[in-house]
Each structure stands twice: as structure tokens, then as C-alpha cells.
Nanobody
Framework: QVQLVESGGGLVQAGGSLRLSCASS????????MGWFRQAPGKERDFVAS????????YYADSVNGRFTISRDNAKNTLDLQMNSLKPEDTAIYYC???????????????????WGQGTQVTVSS
């Protein structure tokens, strides 16, 4: 089992940047496929990005591709999301998630994840 704690959220103006982090404790971090999701008020939880166990593969939602970068440091047990050129529509609670699915590279379906953090709020003002 793994425990996940997000940090780095906050209020930023449109066009600005934020870097989210997810700290992991428990079972070996490198054994999990990791992902970021977000949920805006009144909406479903949406996929943002995923990264494979070795960080060789990454995958992004079309809405963030080219603006966000997912990365991981298996030695430090951390997952990051660098968010640039932020837009008001990026406003949401952001969650990191971990998957134990064997043989998986990257996973975009929330049902594929087994563990979730508590979330961190990102608010982008226009």
C-alpha cells in the first residue's frame, strides 16, 4: 500500500505557472504507474497526465499537452506536475494517483488507479 500527499496548489493569474508535487510513502514508489487527475466543481474527475514506472513513457490529455509536464523521481519517491501557461479552465482540485496494474505503461482511466491523494486546489484567475 502507498500513501500519497499532494502539495503546491494555490492561486495564480492566467498565463502563470505552478508546480505540484506528490509525496509517496509506503511500498516502493517505483512499482507504481502514476497519474494526475483534476476535478472542477460540478464536474467529473478528468485525466491530466500519466507516467510509467521508469518514466520512459508519458501521456497527456489534449487540453494540457504542451503546457503541462509530468515527471517522477523514484529515488525521492516524488511525482511532479509542472503547469505552465495556465488558463482559468485549469481551475480544479488536482489529485495524484498510483496504480498497481501489471504490465501497464501509462494509464488514463481513473478506474485503473488503486490509491489517491487528498488533492490540492489550483485556482487560475483571469
Amino acid at each position: 500500500q502507498v500513501q500519497l500527499v499532494e502539495s503546491g496548489g494555490g492561486l495564480v493569474q492566467a498565463g502563470g505557472s505552478l508546480r505540484l508535487s506528490c509525496a509517496s510513502s509506503g511500498r516502493a514508489f517505483s512499482s507504481y504507474v502514476m497519474g494526475w487527475f483534476r476535478q472542477a466543481p460540478g464536474k467529473e474527475r478528468d485525466f491530466v497526465a500519466s507516467i510509467s514506472r521508469s518514466a520512459i513513457q508519458t501521456y497527456y490529455a489534449d487540453s494540457v499537452n504542451g503546457r503541462f509536464t509530468i515527471s517522477r523521481d523514484n529515488a525521492k519517491n516524488t511525482l511532479d506536475l509542472q503547469m505552465n501557461s495556465l488558463k482559468p479552465e485549469d481551475t480544479a482540485i488536482y489529485y495524484c494517483a498510483a496504480s498497481e496494474r501489471p504490465m501497464a505503461g501509462v494509464i488514463r482511466n481513473a478506474r485503473g488507479y488503486d490509491y489517491w491523494g487528498q488533492g490540492t486546489q489550483v485556482t487560475v484567475s483571469s
